[in-house]
C-alpha cells in the first residue's frame, strides 16, 4: 500500500481570531438560576466551545440551548465568511451571529421523517408499506419489498449515491432524480443490514410526500412545521437573495486516506473537498434536498427539537400527537456496525439516538433523540435533562485528533446540565 504524502496527512486549519472578538451573544438568553442553572454552568459550557474553536477546524461555531423551554445559551464565534482555507486572500470577514444562517446538512433527515410520520398520523400512510405502492416505478430492479419503514431506518440496501444526485444542475430536475433512484439496484436484501444512504433516502421519502399529500415538500413543510411554530426561514435551501446571510463551509483537517476515502466517495458519490464546494454552491442553496439543507438559524433549530421534546407542540401550535413522537423516536436498530460509517450508530425511524454511557449527545443519554450533520453539526432533545439543542459549525473535518474538543463540547453539557429524571 502506497504511504500517505505528508501534505496529505497535514491538517488545513482556519485563522484563529481572538475569541472575545468574534464573539456575539444573543438578546434572547435568559437568566439560567430561572431553570435551575448557575451562570458558572452555562460559561462553563461556552467555554468549552471556545476551546473547540481554537482548535481551528471551524471558522465559525454557534450554539443554542434550551432548558426547560427557556433559551439559555444563543451566542456564535468566528467568522460566516471571509475565513476559510480556500478563501482568496483580501477575502472581507463577516463576523458569525446567534443569527446566521447555517446549512443542517443530514440533520435535514429527523424533519423529512417527521412529515413521514405526520402522514401516517392522519392515515395517508403506514411506514411498514412498500414505497413502491405510492411510488409503482421504484419496485424496479428488486426493491419491491423495500417499506418506508427500511428507508427511515437505513436498512433499505440501496446506500450509494446515483450521480445524478451529485450533479448541480439536475437537482431541478425532479423527474430526473426520481428515475436515478428508482434504477438503483439493491447492495444488500432489504431490512437485513443497517447502511447509511446520505442522500437517496431524502429523495425517494420526499417523492412519497409528493404523491401522497399532493403537495411538494417545501410547501408542506411550510404549511405543516414552519408556518404553524412561527419560524422565519426553516426550509430546505434558501431564496437566491438571502445567500449572503449562510454560512460559507469550509474543507479543514487531513485529507482522507484509505479506507475512509472510498467510503465517502460510496455515501455521498464525491471527495470531501468536492463535497464542502457543492455545499457552498448556489445551485445546492438555493435547491431542494430532502436529506441534505435545511437551512435555519441555531435558535430554530432547537425550537424544531424543543416542539418534539414537548410531545409536539409549540407554545399555542399542535403539530403531532404525542404517540407520533414516540414512534419516530422509539429504537429501531441497535448493535449493528453501520456498512457505511463504519461505527455502530442506534437508530430509530429518522433520528440517531443517544447511549448509556457516552455518545454524540454526551454521557449517560439513553433517551436522547436527534442527529448529526457533514461532517460535525449536531441537533438533539434530551428528555432527562429537558433540553433542546442546536451545535452548528462550518468546518468540514473527517478524522482529527482535535475532534475530541468536539466531544468535550457535549460531554460538557451532560454534566453541567444535570438529568430532572433518572
Known amino acids: 500500500m502506497q504511504r500517505p504524502r505528508l501534505k496529505d496527512i497535514l491538517p488545513v486549519t482556519v485563522e484563529v481570531f481572538d475569541p472575545e472578538e468574534v464573539t456575539t451573544k444573543s438578546h434572547r438568553e435568559v437568566d439560567p438560576r430561572g431553570v435551575g442553572l448557575r451562570t458558572e454552568d452555562v460559561e462553563a459550557i461556552w467555554s468549552a466551545v471556545v476551546r473547540f474553536y481554537k482548535t481551528g477546524l471551524h471558522p465559525a461555531i454557534a450554539l443554542c440551548i434550551r432548558r426547560r423551554g427557556e433559551i439559555i445559551l444563543d451566542r456564535a464565534i468566528g467568522h460566516m465568511r471571509g475565513n ?10 463577516v463576523k458569525a451571529s446567534p443569527d ?5 446538512f443530514s440533520g435535514s433527515k429527523t424533519i423529512t421523517a417527521m412529515l413521514i410520520h405526520l402522514l401516517q398520523q392522519e392515515d395517508q400512510l403506514h411506514v411498514d408499506e412498500p414505497v413502491a405502492t405510492f411510488i409503482p416505478e421504484f419496485a424496479k430492479r428488486r426493491k ?3 417499506t418506508i419503514r427500511d428507508v427511515l431506518t437505513h436498512r433499505a440496501g440501496i446506500p450509494a449515491t446515483p450521480q445524478e444526485v451529485i450533479d448541480l444542475d439536475l437537482l431541478s430536475q425532479s423527474d430526473e432524480i426520481v428515475r436515478a433512484f428508482c434504477d438503483l439496484e439493491p447492495t444488500h436484501r432489504p431490512g437485513s443490514v443497517q447502511a447509511y444512504q446520505a442522500i437517496t433516502s431524502g429523495f425517494i421519502l420526499g ?10 415538500i417545501q410547501r408542506f413543510l411550510t404549511e405543516r412545521i414552519r408556518r404553524p411554530l412561527k419560524m422565519k426561514h426553516f426550509k430546505f435551501g434558501v431564496d437566491s437573495h438571502q445567500l449572503d446571510r449562510v454560512a460559507l463551509d469550509a474543507f479543514t483537517g487531513p485529507t482522507p486516506t484509505w479506507p475512509y476515502k472510498n467510503l465517502v466517495k460510496i455515501a455521498f458519490g464525491a471527495s470531501m473537498r468536492e463535497l464542502v464546494d457543492l455545499g457552498n454552491d448556489p445551485r445546492f442553496r438555493t435547491a431542494v434536498v ?6 435555519a438559524t441555531p435558535e430554530e433549530i432547537s425550537r424544531f427539537f424543543e416542539m418534539l421534546l414537548c410531545g409536539g407542540s409549540y407554545e399555542d401550535a399542535r403539530i403531532f400527537d404525542q404517540r407520533t413522537i414516540a414512534r419516530a423516536t422509539e429504537p429501531q436498530v441497535t448493535g449493528q456496525v453501520d456498512r457505511v460509517l463504519m461505527m455502530p450508530i442506534p ?4 433520528f440517531m439516538l443517544g447511549l448509556r454511557s457516552f455518545g454524540f449527545y454526551g454521557p449517560k443519554t439513553a433517551n436522547a433523540f436527534g442527529h448529526l450533520g457533514f461532517t460535525n453539526v449536531l441537533g438533539w432533545a434530551d428528555p432527562d435533562r429537558d433540553i ?9 473535518p473527517l478524522l482529527s485528533a482535535r475532534m475530541l474538543a468536539w466531544l468535550n463540547v457535549t460531554r460538557v453539557i451532560g454534566t453541567r446540565i444535570p438529568r430532572d429524571r433518572a
Open 84 to 93: 476559510s482555507p480556500q478563501d482568496p486572500e483580501g477575502t472581507e470577514l
Open 100 to 104: 446566521t444562517l447555517f446549512n443542517f
Open 144 to 146: 419491491h419489498s423495500i
Open 207 to 216: 417523492e412519497l410526500i409528493r404523491r401522497v399529500s399532493g403537495q411538494d
Open 290 to 295: 430532502p436529506a441534505g439543507n435545511i437551512i
Open 347 to 350: 437508530l430509530s425511524m429518522g
Open 388 to 396: 433542546s439543542v442546536a451545535f452548528m459549525n462550518t468546518g468540514k
